[in-house]
């Protein structure tokens, strides 16, 4: 038995995105992203590990490394570095000649920019986008990558109901690599806050086939379950976490456990939203 089947799949961590296989997506701790960007002036870095498998392969990303910068009001730019473990299941009715052993290495790297496109107000939802481009750093050959920058293009909407949250959106992601298949994904989420030191939520997510050399080769739709826990001592540490599984088409599971820190700077006045940026009454973000 190979270590990645050793391992209980809530000590792996995910990062939709930050592997070789396009499924993995982008809102830690969930599948499901938000249009809201860091704050101008701030900062995040995650330190995490992630986990999504199917009866094909169970792979793993991490340590992984993640950072996202307030570049400007409204824009957020983002980067990740991954290592990842490939772990083939060697099940005889899925790959008869075998699929060997496992395999540690760097992964694609995720270069993107989320830019909150509408703020959200009253009655209106916040709208963003969250482009990502991934760069082929991982080795192809070995699995470790597409080979090809290949890009994911989600449209994310979020809306504020007191204490509860609800963020959703669908997308593409182009992957013009051989082996490999354009497809859609989308997901819905729930989230509530608990306490001040605990938030919890619940999602529902989909993502079309992949591509025949893929683990993830057909349609999954996925609920998972997840949250934050905030150190009482300081707010800006978190601990993230997320377990999800298959309830419809191809059987596949994912999992995230990571630390999250975010700092930066407040200017005593409000910066003025860009003249190329809608703007409503009332900005709102986490």
């Known amino acids: 038995m190979?270590?990645?089947?050793?391992?209980p799949a809530f000590f792996l961590l995910l990062l939709a995105a930050v592997c070789a296989h396009p499924a993995w997506a982008q809102g830690p701790p969930f599948q499901t992203d938000d249009p809201v960007p860091v704050d101008f002036k701030h900062?995040?870095?995650?330190?995490?590990?992630?986990?999504?498998?199917t009866p094909v392969e169970m792979d793993a990303a991490g340590p992984a490394f993640e950072f996202n910068w307030g570049a400007v009001p409204r824009v957020q730019l983002h980067a990740v570095l991954p290592f990842g473990v490939l772990g083939p299941q060697n099940r005889p009715v899925y790959a008869p000649a075998g699929q060997g052993s496992t395999q540690f290495g760097l992964l694609d790297m995720e270069l993107g920019a989320k830019i909150a496109w509408i703020k959200e107000s009253k009655h209106i939802p916040q709208i963003g986008t969250f482009t990502m481009f991934e760069i082929p750093t991982g080795n192809s050959d070995k699995g470790f990558g597409v080979g090809k920058v290949w890009y994911k293009l989600p449209v994310w909407v979020q809306k504020n109901f007191g204490k509860w949250l609800v963020d959703g959106g669908a997308g593409e992601t182009v992957v013009p690599q051989t082996g490999f298949h354009d497809f859609p994904y989308g997901g819905f989420l729930v989230k509530h806050e608990v306490s001040e030191q605990?938030?919890?939520?619940?999602e529902i997510f989909s993502h079309?086939?992949?591509?025949p050399v893929t683990p993830q080769f057909q349609p999954s739709t996925m609920i998972g379950i997840g949250g934050y826990y905030h150190f009482k001592h300081n707010p800006d540490h978190q601990l993230l976490f997320s377990y999800g599984?298959?309830?419809a088409g191809q059987t596949e599971n994912?999992?995230?456990?990571g630390m999250y820190w975010t700092?930066?700077?407040d200017d005593k006045k409000p910066d003025a939203d860009k003249a190329l940026l809608w703007q409503s009454s009332r900005p709102v973000g986490y």
């Open 2 to 7: 190979s270590i990645i089947q050793k391992l």
């Open 43 to 53: 900062y995040e870095f995650y330190i995490f590990g992630a986990t999504d498998g």
């Open 198 to 202: 605990l938030e919890l939520g619940a």
């Open 208 to 211: 079309g086939a992949e591509g």
């Open 245 to 247: 599984h298959s309830i």
């Open 254 to 257: 994912y999992a995230y456990l």
């Open 263 to 265: 700092w930066g700077k």
